[in-house]
């Protein structure tokens, strides 16, 4: 996309508040379906690639049974068949059977994944239903799902880390705090706001560029990975580090042309949520990032990646940008996906 309007000067959709991205990315008379994937153009992907110079790449993929943490979602289960036994062949070999639900590990969240809950209605002005979501091949299904991913050879671009634990506690420690004061916990009440972002990326060197994804991290899986008491002890307080959900921080998203946005926290955004009226809301009250991003922008949002390798390298490098490619799974109608993500320098 050559051009994309700001935020407050989208077309107007009916029924739907200012900044709605409806479409936007439509084409030839047809309804989109990949939202701001749309962005990554080859000339897009052409510049992206040039940050693959060093010859490193780095998975983002945290395992699918990582997690120490029950999250009210099923754990995965894995199978191991010997051939002999499933009576497939008489040779010497293995299958395996792996089960697991989309959301227990990274993983991108669709455009269907959580909807505009006052119309629930999904990107683009789609209802998603049972029968809409049961498409039997992708050409098939017409709901925003990442299986239309592959279309265009899955998700290529250049992919930009926010260290924003690293630099939180850098920052503290110049200041001279210590304990607790001078750790950013993620079980803590941080809501990263646009100015925090817009300072550690300057601390890095990052500007940002249309295409780009936006990779937060708060260090939340190192913790559900390993966690201590006094780790669960935070847990108790329901509160999540994440992006500040408030119209300021989506207007900003929208407004850097972002082609997705990722991190290593549950809901990307900071929980327990600030309603619209000030009181701080539950779970449902996703009022901002989840239903702007993915409903009104048709922005996907990775969750639960694996960044410490990756920090760790930024770190020691100075580099902060690099090639990020992503397959989700595909199969029609895909709601949740693992990212297959790489990081690539």
Known sequence: MTHLPSFDDLPAVEGMPQGCAWGVFDKDGKKDLRGTLNILTPEVI????????????????????????????SPPTHKKVHLRDSGISTGSGWDDEVTFNTQVSSQWDSLVHWQHQKTELSYNGIK??????????TEANQMP????????????????????????????????????????????????????????????NVSFRAGDVLIIRTGMTEVLSSPQPADFAKMQNAQLAGVHGCLESAKWLWNQHFAAVAGDSVAFEA???IKEDGSVGTPVDLV???????????????????????????KKTGRYTFLLT????????????????????
Not at 49 to 72: F, H, Q, Y
Not at 161 to 183: H, M, R
Not at 326 to 345: E, H, R
């Open 46 to 73: 052409a510049e992206a690639c040039k940050e693959a110079r060093d010859g490193i790449s780095i998975s983002l993929n945290w395992p699918l049974n990582a997690n120490r943490v029950p999250m009210g979602r």
């Open 288 to 314: 901002v990032m989840h239903p702007w991003l993915l409903s009104m922008f048709g922005m996907s949002i990775g969750e639960l990646w694996d960044l410490k390798a990756l920090s760790e390298h930024c």
């Open 271 to 273: 929980l327990m949520p």
């Open 128 to 137: 998603a239903t049972q029968e809409g979501l049961s498409a039997t091949t």
């Open 326 to 345: 992503s397959a989700p799974l595909n199969i029609p109608g895909l709601v949740g996906s693992p990212p297959n993500a790489l990081a690539i320098f």
């Open 145 to 204: 799902t990442l299986d239309h991913w592959h279309a265009s050879g899955g998700l290529v671009a250049r992919g930009v880390l926010i260290d924003i634990k690293a630099w939180y506690e850098a920052k503290a420690a110049a200041e001279g705090k210590t304990g607790d004061e001078a750790v950013f916990h993620p079980f803590e009440e941080h809501r990263i706001t646009v100015s925090d972002i817009e300072a550690c990326a300057s601390g890095q």
